[in-house]
C-alpha cells in the first residue's frame, strides 16, 4: 500500500515513511493511493473477532510494510492499557447505540489511535536508530492522549502546545501532571487555531522540520486515522443483524478526524447508511453540509472545548475525495479559501456531500439539557461531547433506523458541565483521583512561532 498527498506534490510512499511523514511534504494529508474494499464474505468473518483480531485485519491492508507478527504485538501491547475487556464496547440506551470510546488511559477516544502510534513511532525509530521529536496542539484530548502515548518511551521528546485555560481543569491536569523528562507542555495564550496554524507553520518549515526530526501526533497522522477505521467496524459487527445492514453513525466532531475515519470504512464496504456530523456552536462543517457555505467564523468556547474549532485540518482528506481525487482542484480551493475565507462548492458536489451526511448542530442549552434527560430516563452518564452527538441522532435520525453514537469522552473527564447539567459530579475514576495533587510542569508562553521554536530548540540542546 503506498500513500499520496492531497495535494498531489510527493512520490508515493510507504506506510512507515507516511507515518514517520506526518503532514506531508507538500504541505497536503497522505491517503492510500487506493481505499481496499471489502467483500460481504469477509465482513461476515470478521463478525465475531475479538477488537486485537479485528483490529489486525483491518490494519494489516493499510500497513503490508509490517511483518503480521509484529503488527499483532504493537495491537496487543496498545489496548492492553484499556480497561474494558471488548475496548470499545456497546451498550443500548433510550433507543440508540452508544459506542464507549473512552476506556482507555486518559478516558477519551483518542486513546484508541495514540496509544497505536507512541508504539508505532517507538517501533519504527528503534529499527531505524532515529530520534523523534513529536510537536502537536491540542484542545485538550489530543495533548493528553498523544503525551500518554510516548511518555517514557525511548528516542521520543514530545512538545505539546494547549490553548491556556481553554481545556477543562481534569484536561490540563492529565497533560502537566505528566512529569516524565522527554514531556514538555506549553500553554500559549491564545485560541486553539493558533496553536495548530504555529504547528503547521513548524511542519511547513522544512529545514527546522528535517533538522529537529519533527513528527505529528495530531489527527494529520494517517495511523491516526487508520486506528480509529477499526471501531467503526466492531460496533457495526456488535449492531447488525444482517450483512448489509446499514447503520447510521452520530459523531461529535471537531477537527473531522473522527467522522473521517467513518468515511474511510464506509468507502471500504462498511454499510453506513449516513455519517451523522453533529458540531456545537463552531459549526462551519454544519453550514458546509447543509447549505454549502463553508466560511470561517470565529471560534467560540463551549461546554464540549474539543470542539471548539473552526478549520478542522481534517477535512482537506475529504475534500480530496469530494473533488474526484483530483490534487489541482484540492489547492486550488484552499487557494480561494487562504484569499477570501471561504471555499466554493458545485450542485453536484453539494448533492454528493448531502447523500454521504447528515448534520446537526446543537447549542449549549440544548447540550446540558441533553445529558439531564438523558441521565434522568436512563440512569447513564453523557459527556457534553457525547451530548452533543446524542441529541443530534435524537433529532436527525428516524427511531426505525440503527443509530450509533460515538461516546467520545467519559462524563467525569468534563464534570463541571455533567454538574452544572445533573446537579451533581460524577463519580471519578480510578485514574483521576488524586490528579490535582500530583506534582506538574508546564511552560507559559505567548501564542508566538518564534518563542515556540526558540523552546523547542533549547529543550533539544540540552539533551544533546
Ligand atoms: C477530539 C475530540 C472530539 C472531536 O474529534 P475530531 O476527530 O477532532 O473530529 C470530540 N470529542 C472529544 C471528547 C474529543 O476529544
Given at each position: 500500500?503506498?500513500?499520496?498527498?492531497?495535494?498531489?506534490?510527493?512520490?508515493?510512499?510507504?506506510?512507515?515513511?507516511?507515518?514517520?511523514?506526518?503532514?506531508?511534504?507538500?504541505?497536503?494529508?497522505?491517503?492510500?493511493?487506493?481505499?481496499?474494499?471489502?467483500?460481504?464474505?469477509?465482513l461476515?468473518?470478521?463478525?465475531?473477532?475479538?477488537?486485537?483480531?479485528?483490529?489486525?485485519?483491518?490494519?494489516?491492508?493499510f500497513?503490508?510494510d509490517?511483518?503480521?507478527?509484529?503488527?499483532?504485538?504493537?495491537?496487543?501491547?496498545?489496548?492492553?492499557?484499556?480497561?474494558?475487556?471488548?475496548?470499545?464496547?456497546?451498550?443500548?440506551?433510550?433507543?440508540?447505540?452508544?459506542?464507549?470510546?473512552?476506556?482507555?488511559?486518559?478516558?477519551?477516544?483518542?486513546?484508541?489511535?495514540?496509544?497505536?502510534?507512541?508504539?508505532?513511532?517507538?517501533?519504527?525509530?528503534?529499527?531505524?536508530?532515529?530520534?523523534?521529536?513529536?510537536?502537536?496542539?491540542?484542545?485538550?484530548?489530543?495533548g493528553?492522549?498523544?503525551?500518554?502515548?510516548?511518555?517514557?518511551?525511548?528516542?521520543?521528546?514530545?512538545?505539546?502546545?494547549?490553548?491556556?485555560?481553554?481545556?477543562?481543569?481534569?484536561?490540563?491536569?492529565?497533560?502537566?501532571?505528566?512529569?516524565?523528562?522527554?514531556?514538555?507542555?506549553?500553554?500559549?495564550?491564545?485560541?486553539?487555531?493558533?496553536?495548530?496554524?504555529?504547528?503547521?507553520?513548524?511542519?511547513?518549515?522544512?529545514?527546522?522540520?528535517?533538522?529537529?526530526?519533527?513528527?505529528?501526533?495530531?489527527?494529520?497522522?494517517?495511523?491516526?486515522?487508520?486506528?480509529?477505521?477499526?471501531?467503526?467496524?466492531?460496533?457495526?459487527?456488535?449492531?447488525?443483524?444482517?450483512?448489509?445492514?446499514?447503520v447510521?453513525?452520530?459523531?461529535?466532531?471537531?477537527?473531522?478526524?473522527d467522522?473521517?475515519?467513518?468515511?474511510?470504512a464506509?468507502?471500504?464496504?462498511?454499510?453506513?447508511?449516513?455519517?451523522?456530523?453533529?458540531?456545537?456552536?463552531?459549526?462551519?462543517?454544519?453550514?458546509?453540509?447543509?447549505?454549502?457555505?463553508?466560511?470561517?467564523?470565529?471560534?467560540?468556547?463551549?461546554?464540549?472545548?474539543?470542539?471548539?474549532?473552526?478549520?478542522?485540518?481534517?477535512?482537506?482528506?475529504?475534500?480530496?475525495?469530494?473533488?474526484?481525487?483530483?490534487?489541482?482542484?484540492?489547492?486550488?480551493?484552499?487557494?480561494?479559501?487562504?484569499?477570501?475565507?471561504?471555499?466554493?462548492?458545485?450542485e453536484?458536489e453539494?448533492?454528493?456531500?448531502?447523500?454521504?451526511?447528515?448534520?446537526?448542530?446543537?447549542?449549549?442549552?440544548?447540550?446540558?439539557?441533553?445529558?439531564?434527560?438523558?441521565?434522568?430516563?436512563?440512569?447513564?452518564?453523557?459527556?457534553?461531547?457525547?451530548?452533543?452527538?446524542?441529541?443530534?441522532?435524537?433529532?436527525?435520525?428516524?427511531?426505525?433506523?440503527?443509530?450509533?453514537?460515538?461516546?467520545?469522552?467519559?462524563?467525569?473527564?468534563?464534570?463541571?458541565?455533567?454538574?452544572?447539567?445533573?446537579?451533581?459530579?460524577?463519580?471519578?475514576?480510578?485514574?483521576?483521583?488524586?490528579?490535582?495533587?500530583?506534582?506538574?510542569r508546564?511552560?507559559?508562553?505567548?501564542?508566538?512561532?518564534?518563542?515556540?521554536?526558540?523552546?523547542?530548540?533549547?529543550?533539544?540542546?540540552?539533551q544533546?
Amino acid at each position: 500500500m503506498k500513500y499520496i498527498s492531497t495535494r498531489g506534490g510527493i512520490a508515493p510512499v510507504g506506510f512507515r515513511e507516511a507515518v514517520m511523514m506526518g503532514l506531508a511534504t507538500d504541505g497536503g494529508l497522505l491517503l492510500p493511493e487506493a481505499i481496499p474494499v471489502i467483500d460481504q464474505a469477509t465482513l461476515a468473518s470478521w463478525k465475531e473477532l475479538s477488537y486485537q483480531e479485528l483490529a489486525f485485519q483491518v490494519l494489516s491492508l493499510f500497513a503490508d510494510d509490517i511483518p503480521a507478527d509484529d503488527l499483532r504485538r504493537l495491537i496487543d501491547r496498545s489496548y492492553a492499557t484499556f480497561t474494558h475487556p471488548e475496548i470499545t464496547p456497546v451498550v443500548h440506551q433510550d433507543g440508540l447505540y452508544i459506542l464507549e470510546l473512552f476506556h482507555g488511559p486518559t478516558l477519551a477516544f483518542k486513546d484508541v489511535a495514540l496509544q497505536l502510534l507512541g508504539n508505532l513511532f517507538e517501533y519504527l525509530l528503534h529499527e531505524s536508530g532515529q530520534k523523534l521529536n513529536i510537536v502537536g496542539a491540542t484542545s485538550g484530548d489530543t495533548g493528553s492522549a498523544a503525551i500518554h502515548g510516548v511518555r517514557g518511551k525511548e528516542n521520543i521528546n514530545i512538545f505539546i502546545l494547549h490553548p491556556q485555560g481553554k481545556t477543562s481543569p481534569i484536561q490540563a491536569l492529565q497533560m502537566t501532571t505528566v512529569t516524565d523528562p522527554n514531556v514538555h507542555n506549553i500553554a500559549a495564550r491564545g485560541t486553539f487555531d493558533d496553536c495548530q496554524n504555529i504547528v503547521k507553520a513548524l511542519f511547513n518549515d522544512l529545514a527546522f522540520k528535517e533538522e529537529y526530526s519533527l513528527g505529528a501526533v495530531n489527527s494529520i497522522n494517517w495511523a491516526r486515522v487508520l486506528a480509529q477505521v477499526v471501531y467503526y467496524f466492531y460496533a457495526w459487527c456488535r449492531v447488525s443483524g444482517q450483512e448489509t445492514e446499514q447503520v447510521v453513525f452520530a459523531v461529535p466532531t471537531g477537527n473531522f478526524g473522527d467522522i473521517f475515519a467513518g468515511y474511510v470504512a464506509k468507502r471500504m464496504g462498511l454499510p453506513i447508511d449516513k455519517l451523522l456530523l453533529a458540531t456545537n456552536e463552531n459549526n462551519i462543517l454544519s453550514r458546509f453540509i447543509s447549505s454549502g457555505d463553508y466560511s470561517v467564523g470565529t471560534v467560540v468556547s463551549t461546554v464540549s472545548p474539543s470542539m471548539d474549532i473552526q478549520v478542522a485540518s481534517n477535512f482537506e482528506r475529504y475534500l480530496f475525495y469530494l473533488f474526484g481525487e483530483d490534487p489541482a482542484r484540492v489547492r486550488q480551493a484552499f487557494a480561494d479559501f487562504a484569499a477570501s475565507g471561504r471555499m466554493e462548492f458545485t450542485e453536484a458536489e453539494m448533492a454528493q456531500v448531502r447523500e454521504e451526511f447528515l448534520t446537526r448542530s446543537v447549542n449549549q442549552a440544548e447540550t446540558l439539557a441533553t445529558i439531564e434527560a438523558f441521565h434522568k430516563g436512563t440512569g447513564y452518564l453523557l459527556d457534553p461531547h457525547t451530548a452533543v452527538g446524542i441529541k443530534a441522532a435524537q433529532d436527525a435520525v428516524a427511531s426505525d433506523r440503527i443509530a450509533v453514537c460515538l461516546a467520545t469522552a467519559h462524563p467525569a473527564k468534563f464534570g463541571e458541565a455533567v454538574e452544572k447539567a445533573t446537579g451533581a459530579a460524577p463519580p471519578l475514576p480510578t485514574s483521576l483521583q488524586g490528579i490535582d495533587r500530583l506534582p506538574s510542569r508546564c511552560e507559559v508562553m505567548d501564542a508566538d512561532l518564534e518563542q515556540v521554536r526558540r523552546f523547542i530548540i533549547e529543550k533539544c540542546r540540552v539533551q544533546h
